[in-house]
């Protein structure tokens, strides 16, 4: 009779063994393209010839191209989030430390010849409609990252924290967009000193 543990091992070699869903596939290849190219760029006929799967495999998982759009941005979100929480998790207690350590691979990634980009801040350049489904979780996402970085500065001491906040924001952003202009060299590789002195300068 098989172990328990022989048994839990063929389930995880079952599971790696699965095909991935077509859903997944399909995400998986628009999360890419998407990123890559910009959301309206793709059509959805280019995403189910890469994805290998047929278009009414598409729109069973997901009813429209703009629900497509924000499932691959609630994908992005979930993963920014993971991200800014290990920088936080490695500094308990110490919003600055957080912060900058969070900049820092901000800025190394900004340095990366496939760099496109925060994916939240281009959505909502794309769509300036407030109701669009991609816009709603880029902002979303953005407004959140507003709030945690305003009570951050707080936590700091800033004697004005939201101005602190928006700053830092602004320089997040900014690094966003010079990683798309300039690239290696550029100044966004610099995100985090100049973070850290506008947190020098307001804590003074």
């Known amino acids: ?8 091992t063929s389930i995880s070699d079952a599971h790696r063994s699965t095909p991935p ?6 995400l998986g290849v628009a999360r890419d393209l998407f990123y890559r190219q910009g959301i309206r ?7 189910v010839k890469r994805a290998g799967v047929t278009k009414p495999s598409l729109y069973r998982s997901f009813p429209s191209k703009d629900e497509l759009a924000a ?9 920014f989030w993971e991200r800014f929480n290990e920088a936080v ?19 190394k990634r900004t340095q990366r010849p496939e760099y496109r980009g925060c994916g939240m801040t281009n959505a909502a350049v794309e769509y300036p409609e407030r109701d669009h489904p991609a816009r709603i979780v ?3 996402n953005k407004q959140e ?8 500065a707080s936590a700091m001491g800033a004697a004005n924290s939201d101005t602190l906040g928006d700053g830092l924001l602004l320089l997040i952003e900014g690094a966003y967009i ?12 610099s995100v985090a000193r100049n973070a850290d002195l506008l947190i020098a300068a307001s804590l003074a």
């Open 1 to 8: 009779m098989p172990t328990d543990k022989k048994i839990e």
């Open 21 to 26: 869903r077509a859903a997944e596939k399909i």
């Open 41 to 47: 760029a793709i059509g959805v006929d280019e995403i």
């Open 71 to 79: 499932s691959y941005l609630r994908q992005y979100d979930l993963e």
């Open 89 to 107: 998790d490695a500094h308990p207690g110490d919003p600055r430390a957080q912060i900058i350590a969070f900049l820092t691979r901000v800025g």
């Open 138 to 140: 880029s902002e979303a």
């Open 145 to 152: 990252l507003r709030r945690r970085l305003r009570a951050m």
């Open 178 to 189: 010079s990683g798309q202009l300039f690239g290696e060299g550029g100044p966004a590789a």
